[in-house]
């Protein structure tokens, strides 16, 4: 009995169930939602927010409360930046890339610098980094849109690379695989975990739990700038708060795959499964007509349903 119970709290498990049952639903609710060519669209939607949901990822994983509620607005500076370097010219991609994930890194660090030596709460750092951004973004834009994305970046994002498949899910198929390797198999994954788990016992250990906290922080802000870069190349231009609308569920995502919120337990696999699981949700809710509010009540609500299933001392490890 215990084991069927164990089994039916299985984040993976739930999340995987959830997926085909959300298929399944859409596709009574509206004949042809589960086509092929749906189905990729929704993927590559679901790429972009699993790609910005794995810095978040990381940073819930170091526990102590952590969280970047700043994602959003580094995911807009992103696609700025991303903009302005492109402007139209292919040529200009790889800078584009290197200066967006670069200036998300920065950010990170600061964020990082502030939880951990400054001891300021990660929910009031990252909130405040994002005012910041946001306001800056503002004067320097001075809400504009500007920059475009290149021709090549859009179809590398939105059109087919190889079998009908866009680039993008393969670069977050080797983000997930490479996210999975580092956390199973390297000394710096199992260092996230025990400082997650038991930050004193792991500074016993002599793991520099603050370095790599810091550096938890600043992944999560080259994520968050690599997402921008991204989004830019789905939408073909970018404006101040592009990326806004990720950050509730990047959180989402991150607790329907199974991480604990205190940190120390979880996995990106399961975060990857949660990030599709939310896209069809939202997807389905669109076909419903409900209006944003809507969605937004049952993002929240299904957030709290799933720290009562899973429990705030939930230990998974994938």
Same mark, same amino acid.
């Given at each position: =009995?215990?084991?069927f119970?164990?089994?039916?709290?299985?984040p993976?498990?739930?999340?995987?169930?959830?997926?085909?049952?959300?298929?399944?639903?859409? #596709? &009574?609710?509206?004949?042809? !939602?589960a086509?092929?060519?749906?189905?990729?669209?929704l993927?590559?939607?679901?790429a972009?927010?699993?790609?910005?949901?794995?810095?978040?990822?990381?940073?819930?994983?170091?526990?102590? #409360? +952590?969280?970047d509620?700043?994602?959003g607005a580094?995911?807009?500076?992103?696609?700025?930046?991303?903009?302005? $370097? /492109?402007n139209?010219?292919?040529?200009?991609? @790889?800078?584009?890339? *290197?200066?967006?994930?670069?200036?998300? !890194?920065l950010?990170?660090?600061?964020? +990082?610098?502030? $939880?951990?030596y400054?001891?300021?709460? @990660?929910?009031? /750092?990252t909130?405040? /980094?994002?005012?910041v951004?946001q306001?800056?973004?503002?004067?320097?834009?001075?809400?504009?849109?500007?920059?475009?994305?290149?021709?090549?970046l =859009?179809?590398?994002?939105?059109?087919s690379?190889?079998? +009908?498949?866009?680039?993008?899910? !393969?670069?977050? *198929?080797?983000i997930?695989?490479? /996210?999975?390797?580092?956390?199973?198999?390297?000394? !710096?994954?199992?260092?996230?975990y025990?400082? +997650?788990?038991? #930050?004193?016992?792991?500074?016993l250990?002599?793991?520099?739990?603050?370095?790599?906290?810091?550096? &938890?922080y600043?992944?999560?802000?080259?994520?968050?700038?690599?997402?921008g870069?991204?989004?830019i190349?789905?939408?073909?231009?970018?404006?101040?708060?592009?990326g806004?609308?990720?950050?509730?569920?990047? $959180?989402?995502a991150?607790?329907?795959?199974?991480?604990?919120?205190?940190?120390g337990a979880?996995s990106?696999?399961g975060?990857?499964?949660?990030?599709i699981?939310?896209?069809?949700?939202?997807?389905v809710?669109t076909?419903?007509?409900?209006?944003?509010?809507?969605?937004?009540?049952?993002?929240?609500?299904?957030?709290l349903l799933? =720290?009562?299933?899973?429990?705030?001392?939930?230990?998974?490890?994938?």
């Amino acid at each position: =009995m215990n084991r069927f119970v164990d089994l039916a709290k299985n984040p993976l498990l739930i999340s995987s169930v959830a997926i085909l049952a959300l298929l399944v639903i859409g #596709e &009574l609710v509206s004949p042809g !939602f589960a086509r092929g060519d749906q189905i990729v669209r929704l993927l590559t939607v679901s790429a972009i927010l699993g790609i910005a949901a794995a810095g978040q990822n990381l940073v819930i994983l170091g526990g102590r #409360e +952590g969280i970047d509620l700043s994602i959003g607005a580094v995911i807009s500076l992103g696609a700025v930046i991303a903009g302005n $370097v /492109m402007n139209g010219s292919d040529a200009a991609i @790889p800078l584009a890339f *290197a200066a967006a994930c670069c200036a998300g !890194f920065l950010i990170g660090l600061v964020n +990082g610098l502030g $939880v951990t030596y400054l001891r300021i709460p @990660p929910l009031v /750092m990252t909130l405040g /980094m994002m005012g910041v951004i946001q306001g800056g973004l503002v004067v320097l834009s001075r809400g504009v849109p500007s920059g475009n994305a290149a021709p090549a970046l =859009m179809a590398f994002v939105n059109r087919s690379a190889f079998l +009908g498949i866009p680039g993008i899910l !393969f670069v977050w *198929a080797a983000i997930v695989v490479l /996210m999975a390797l580092m956390l199973k198999r390297t000394r !710096f994954g199992w260092s996230i975990y025990a400082i +997650g788990s038991n #930050e004193n016992a792991a500074v016993l250990t002599g793991l520099p739990a603050r370095r790599i906290r810091v550096l &938890l922080y600043g992944l999560a802000g080259l994520f968050g700038g690599f997402t921008g870069v991204c989004v830019i190349g789905y939408t073909g231009n970018s404006f101040i708060s592009v990326g806004d609308q990720y950050v509730l569920p990047s $959180v989402i995502a991150v607790v329907i795959g199974g991480t604990s919120l205190s940190g120390g337990a979880g996995s990106y696999t399961g975060t990857a499964l949660g990030a599709i699981a939310l896209i069809l949700l939202q997807s389905v809710l669109t076909t419903l007509n409900l209006e944003f509010w809507g969605r937004q009540v049952i993002f929240g609500v299904t957030l709290l349903l799933l =720290m009562l299933l899973y429990g705030r001392q939930a230990r998974l490890r994938v």
